[in-house]
């Protein structure tokens, strides 16, 4: 198996005042035509936004947004009347659908927020706008956690998309294997991507905020060299 890496210091830059913001793909001024995005997956940008500081008021269509934070807490507001905080080891999805407002700020006034932004492309323009938030499920048996699938299968987020999105959480050490009759998404492909810690694949070795595209010879399994978190987008 040969994986294709895309380090973290490789990564599009947006440095704003508030936000330090690194680009997995490209998005906003960051166009690379290597890095266009993976099956349906569009965008993974990893934010840190300083306290106080937050995204106003914008719009989005047509896509699979996903939150997933990494530190601190974010507050969500947006058109179809929801509110909330988002927190470690919670998933929000909104779809955008035909058409959404929302804003995100640093719920804190003291600390920064780091966290993920995920963009999936959706399978059907023009549906009506959903929110949803959970606390992601208990791992199963290989230490991993199925965080988001079509039809939200388990207790996960409900993805319009045929896609699974994975969360792992391992001390130095241990290795995650996702058992793959867990693994239902029809490609058999998989996008790797390490939130914090360092892992190591095969031969090849993974930190934070490395991604890597992988084929089925994968198998859904790493060996984690310092405390690790992980996520892993099956398509």
């Known amino acids: 198996m040969k994986l294709q890496i895309h380090r973290a210091d490789e990564r599009g830059k947006t440095n704003w005042n508030w936000l330090d913001s690194r ?3 490209s998005f906003g001024d960051y166009y690379d035509t290597d890095w266009m995005g993976f099956e349906s997956l569009r965008v993974i940008n990893d934010d840190r936004v300083a306290a106080g500081g937050g995204f106003p008021m914008h719009g989005h269509r047509d896509m699979e947004i996903l939150t997933y934070i990494v ?34 700020f640093n719920a804190s006034k003291s600390e920064p927020v780091r966290l993920l932004q995920i963009w999936i492309q959706t399978d059907r323009k023009g549906r009506k706008p959903e929110y ?31 896609a699974e999105v994975w969360v792992a959480r391992a001390e130095k050490g241990k290795t995650v294997r996702i058992p793959a009759s867990e693994i239902v998404a029809p490609r058999g ?3 790797i991507q390490v939130a914090r810690g360092s892992i190591k694949i095969g031969g090849d070795e993974l930190s934070e905020g490395d991604g890597a595209a992988a084929d089925a010879a994968f198998g859904g399994e790493f060996a984690a060299t310092s405390a690790a978190e992980v996520l892993i987008f099956n398509f």
């Open 23 to 25: 680009h997995t793909f």
């Open 71 to 104: 530190d601190g807490a974010l507050e969500h507001k947006d058109s179809i009347g929801t509110g909330s905080v988002i927190r470690p080891g919670e998933l929000q999805r909104m779809t955008a659908g035909s058409g959404i407002m929302h804003s995100e």
């Open 132 to 162: 949803q938030q959970i606390a992601i499920p208990a791992p199963g048996p290989g230490g991993a956690s199925l965080a988001a699938s079509r039809g939200g299968r388990g207790g996960s987020i409900e993805l319009y998309q045929d």
């Open 189 to 191: 492909r998989a996008w």
